[in-house]
């Protein structure tokens, strides 16, 4: 099969794609956690808004996923990609969950920035891209397919689950 997505690999795409997907999880899961918030300060909240909650965060998860665990892939290598992932979720947490009202410490507010610059200079002493990655090659493997079906199937039933319990 041709390879049919042809794409120049970039290093700063690749790591601001796994940044915005890393951002992207964490507001994820402020948009659940308001509602669980709202509800230990005794604020009742109704059954739609806690379903718009988990639909906002089932969006945001799959919005989050495909473009950091995927696209970001497609512009550089994976060693890049899940150090840039995590350190934007960190930073990201360190912000977002701060505006809940959730105390952070001064170390780990220190800790935090370093990691996030330390990822931030991997690239330059880190790996680089790889211009002879074919894509499509990689999915006709069986395994490939079968371990995308796997995940979008376990995908499937969390959601499901999660849907029953609300």
């Known amino acids: 099969m041709e390879n049919s ?32 918030v709202r509800e230990k300060e005794g604020i009742l909240m109704n059954k739609w808004i806690r379903w718009l909650s988990i639909f906002g965060n089932l969006i945001l998860q799959g919005a989050g996923s495909i473009v950091g665990h ?3 892939t497609w512009f550089g290598p994976v060693s890049l990609v899940v150090p840039f992932f995590f350190s934007a979720t960190l930073l990201c947490n360190l912000l977002i ?43 006709e ?3 490939s397919q079968a371990w995308f079906l796997l995940l979008l ?14």
């Open 97 to 139: 969950v701060g505006i809940l009202r959730e105390p952070f410490t001064k170390n780990m507010r220190v800790g935090t920035l370093v990691i996030v610059v330390s990822v931030i200079l991997l690239p330059i002493v880190g790996p680089t891209t790889q211009d002879d990655q074919n894509f499509m090659l990689l999915m």
């Open 70 to 72: 995927l696209v970001a």
């Open 5 to 36: 997505l042809n794409l120049k690999q970039s290093v700063p795409l690749c790591c601001a794609f796994a940044a915005i997907g890393g951002a992207l999880e964490v507001a994820a899961t402020a948009v659940t956690a308001v509602p669980a």
């Open 153 to 166: 199937f376990a995908s499937f039933t969390t959601g499901i689950l999660v849907a029953k319990d609300v």
């Open 141 to 143: 493997h069986w395994y």
